[in-house]
């Protein structure tokens, strides 16, 4: 079994700032990408962020420029430094990755972690 926690959600004032992080833990031999999505009250769960084992990052246009994601492979985990947060930026934030076995690979997902921003 593989477990993905997720922390650092919160309240926060619109033009403040929130790092998010997420710990895999369990049997991984080596994790692939890892992402963040979000979850806005009647919306579509939608990307955020992605970064693959080798640092390429991918962005969804609303938040290039003002959040960045990052991990450290060593202990299998990835954050999302988000700064100037908006209350368009109000969500449930999950955590994902792709965890590799060594005969198969599949997609875990953390339990989410709310962050409200006000205006």
């Known amino acids: 079994q593989v477990q993905l926690v997720e922390s650092g959600g919160g309240l926060v004032q619109a033009g403040g700032s929130l790092r998010l992080s997420c710990a895999a833990s369990?049997?991984?031999?080596?994790?692939?990408?890892m992402g963040w999505y979000r979850q806005a009250p009647g919306k579509q769960r939608e990307l955020v962020a992605a970064?693959?084992?080798?640092?390429?990052?991918n962005y969804a246009d609303s938040v290039k420029g003002r959040f960045t994601i990052s991990r450290d492979n060593a202990k299998n985990t990835v954050y999302l430094q988000m700064n100037g947060l908006k209350p368009e930026d109000t969500g449930v934030y999950y955590c994902?990755?792709?965890?590799?076995?060594?005969?198969?690979?599949?997609?875990?997902w953390g339990q989410g972690t709310l962050v409200t921003v006000s205006s």
């Open positions: 994902q990755a792709e965890v590799q076995l060594p005969v198969r690979s599949f997609e875990v």
């Open positions: 970064i693959t084992r080798g640092d390429s990052t």
């Open positions: 369990g049997n991984i031999f080596r994790i692939n990408d």
